[in-house]
């Protein structure tokens, strides 16, 4: 049996998880660098939570700066098994206004400055990512939205953009026409990341603006995201408290394969491994690549 441990990634505006019980500040270190900030961890309900804000507390970080390999390394030395994003995003669809939830299925990657995989020279892995959101974790939160009447859409897909920039109005009709739903700036590449260190990954995307296409609504700006986030801030903690009250104490394993993404992806010889590379993913690839200790 593999114990459930649910991660949170905090987003623009949330920064903590109020309702965190025997909360103490673990300061874990990666291989990877320097994580966003000091893990969180503590419990609501029997469920283990370790919570992190994506831009450090104070919003030190922007989309580009933060080191999304150490927080997904220090997620998964937490034991975290399931892991759910808050991300504060823009709405390509007239009835996703502000406030609203959507619960994304799919992910397009338009970044470019990030370091986007765990794995390279010295251990090639290549991991399927068809299916990035776990949908028995999607369903779990839709369940805890429903209970706690929040609106949502569940499915849809999020456009992940470099930043730190919003977008020109000819991007912005262009995701649009392409049929995307919501637009942001972190989601990629922590759902691949998630993915290369078998953690089970789902996007609480709360829609704060219409981005800039939209021509009954303000271009989006800092000081719109912001206060549509802070508003919705308590509404993200009563979910993810449904949500973590309601977790099973087993991890179930996930049918888009989450956790077995590793199985037959690492292409490089056991003999031509880089033993320092191979320390370095001690804990994302354990359970591979040191069965005896996973
Ligand atoms: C504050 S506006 C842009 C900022 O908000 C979103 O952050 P997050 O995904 O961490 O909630 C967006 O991705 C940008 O980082
Ligand atoms: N319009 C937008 N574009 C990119 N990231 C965002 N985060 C919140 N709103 C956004």
Not at 177 to 204: H, S, W
Request: charged share 25%.
């Amino acid at each position: 049996m593999t114990k459930a441990v649910l991660g949170i990634i905090g987003g623009s505006g949330v920064y903590d998880l109020p309702g965190l019980e025997d909360m103490r500040e673990e300061r874990v270190a990666s291989p990877w660098g320097e994580p966003s900030d000091v893990l969180r961890i503590g419990r609501i309900g029997e469920t283990t939570i370790a919570f992190l804000p994506r831009h450090g507390r104070g919003h030190r970080l922007s989309p580009s700066d933060i080191n999304y390999r150490a927080n997904i390394d220090v997620m998964k030395r937490a034991g975290v098994t399931d892991l759910i994003s808050v991300s504060a995003v823009g709405s390509f669809k007239d009835e996703y206004h502000p406030g609203f939830f959507v619960l994304v299925d799919q992910y397009v990657d338009r970044t470019r400055k990030r370091e986007n995989s765990f794995f390279s020279q010295g251990c090639v892995a290549h991991v399927p990512m068809a299916h990035p959101v776990g949908p028995l974790l999607r369903q779990r939160i839709a369940d805890a939205a429903l209970a706690e009447d929040i609106p949502f859409a569940l499915g849809g897909t999020l456009v992940c953009i470099e930043g730190p920039q919003f977008s020109t109005y000819a991007e912005s009709i262009t995701y649009k026409g392409l049929g995307y739903d919501v637009i942001g700036m972190t989601a990629m590449p922590e759902a691949k990341l998630a993915r290369e260190a078998e953690i089970t990954y789902a996007t609480i995307a709360m829609v704060t603006d219409y981005d800039c296409w939209h021509p009954e609504h303000d271009h989006v700006d800092v000081a719109s995201v912001v206060a549509v986030a802070q508003q919705n801030a308590a509404k993200v903690a009563r979910l993810v408290a449904r949500v973590a009250r309601d977790f099973p104490a087993e991890h179930e394993p996930c049918p888009a394969g989450s956790d077995r993404a590793l199985d037959g992806a690492i292409m490089t010889a056991p003999s031509a491994r880089d033993p320092e590379l191979l320390k370095k993913l001690d804990a994302v690839a354990r359970r591979v690549l040191n069965p005896s200790q996973a």
